[in-house]
């Protein structure tokens, strides 16, 4: 795709993205969009804090996600029309009020709503990744996504381990002003070293988000790859959202912290987003996503056979983990290339989708958990992933510009 000059004009003007400035962004996602995933291996004391039901307490991380979707949709495309940096900057402050309202929370339901506000407000990764992708070279984007994704990938898996320790053994109330301290510490450093990246959109909020609209009904690339992420991160939602409820129970009998443990396992799958990344420069980007969303397929079959092996479990967790990421990297490197000029709303479109089906498989595991137990969790996690490979090999809407995005 051929830029018009004002992109032309923009590419010169852009700062240059610096290692620093990468590594910055990078360790900046991880820390941030672990806000979302603290509360995961302490449902379980979180459910008796309150005298509660499990079901109930996953509630918590279901409404996380649910305003993390919520994020995506109002905030992020404001990346398109107001200078990024102070976009970030103001955010960090709703973060801050967000997570501690969650810590003083008195009852369940000003937890559910401060949880509901942490995820709106930890939206800022989806802000630094098309960053990145809008500093690099056109050579260099998937690696620069990749990197930033890496951070961003271990910073939600070892978020788990973590507040499963924190959880454990000062309670999980101080998980979330631990993590309030560190915000504190994060905007300072930003303020310092993060450049500032001016809009392009000259119009206003309103028709910013009616474009939205315009890109889902005009980009076959963009609604695919939506709904491809949207179930395979429904399977990563059911898995990480039940796991604690398995491992307190028989036979394992273990803490949050173990649960939490998990985690660092998963680390690896995110530690490879970076060579994904370099991969997706290179590779068909329809075989690589085949090949990924077949290992996740495979890792719920695991999970199935492994409801009493931690073996199993470890096996299953590194398979659906570096699956998900893999396809995730390449899913984001498609559809910005699809209009540099709009990439935090092609990335709204996307991660809204993302999230809804995180929330959905959050939830739908909830009922399975509660109903049928670990069979019914699997079950809710090899349906939602079979139907992303059947999406993703017989797209519903497929046309040369699909195929042309995706060589």
């Not at 990439?343 to 999230?355: A, E, Q, W």
Request: hydrophobic share 55%; charged share 10%.
């Amino acid at each position: 795709m051929k830029n018009t000059p004002e992109e032309q004009s923009s590419e010169i003007s852009k700062p240059k993205l610096t290692k620093l400035n990468l590594w910055l962004m990078a360790s900046a996602s991880g820390l941030v969009v672990a806000n979302n995933y603290y509360n995961q291996p302490l449902l379980g004391k979180i459910a008796q804090t309150f005298q509660i039901s499990e079901a109930r307490a996953s509630s918590v991380a279901m409404l996380t996600q649910i305003g993390y979707a919520v994020g995506l949709l109002f905030i992020i495309p404001l990346g398109d029309m107001m200078r990024r940096k102070r976009l970030i900057l103001i955010d960090f402050v709703l973060i801050l009020l967000a997570l501690l309202l969650a810590s003083f929370a008195p009852g369940i339901h000003v937890l559910m709503f401060a949880s509901f506000l942490i995820g709106v407000t930890s939206v800022v990764p989806q802000l630094f990744v098309p960053m990145a992708a809008h500093l690099a070279d056109a050579g260099e984007r998937g690696k620069a996504i990749g990197t930033v994704m890496s951070g961003l990938l271990i910073g939600i898996l070892c978020s788990r381990t973590i507040s499963g320790v924190v959880g454990e053994h000062l309670g999980w109330r101080a998980m979330f002003m631990i993590a309030a301290v560190i915000m504190v510490i994060l905007w300072f450093a930003l303020w310092l070293l993060l450049p500032e990246v001016h809009p392009e959109y000259k119009g206003s909020y309103k028709q910013l988000m009616l474009s939205l609209v315009k890109y889902i009904r005009t980009e076959p690339a963009l609604r695919i790859a939506s709904v491809r992420g949207a179930l395979s991160f429904a399977g990563f939602g059911a898995f990480w959202t039940t796991l604690v409820f398995l491992l307190n129970g028989p036979p394992f009998y273990q803490g949050s912290d173990i649960a939490g443990a998990f985690g660092l396992i998963g680390a690896g799958g995110a530690l490879a987003a970076s060579v994904v990344g370099r991969i997706s420069d290179r590779m068909d980007k329809t075989k690589l996503i085949t090949i990924t969303l077949v290992m996740i397929v495979l890792s719920w079959v695991i999970f199935g056979i492994s409801s009493a092996s931690i073996a199993g479990l470890i096996i299953g967790v590194i398979l659906l983990d570096l699956g998900l990421q893999s396809t995730h990297i390449a899913n984001q490197t498609i559809i910005f290339a699809l209009h540099p000029e709009a990439r935090n709303r092609l990335n709204t479109v996307y991660m809204v989708s993302y999230f809804i089906g995180g929330a959905s498989g959050t939830f739908f595991a909830g009922l399975a958990w509660t109903n049928w137990k670990w069979l019914g969790v699997t079950g809710v996690g090899l349906s939602v992933s079979l139907l992303a490979l059947l999406v993703h090999l017989f797209p519903l809407v497929t046309n040369r510009k699909t195929r042309g995005h995706n060589s």
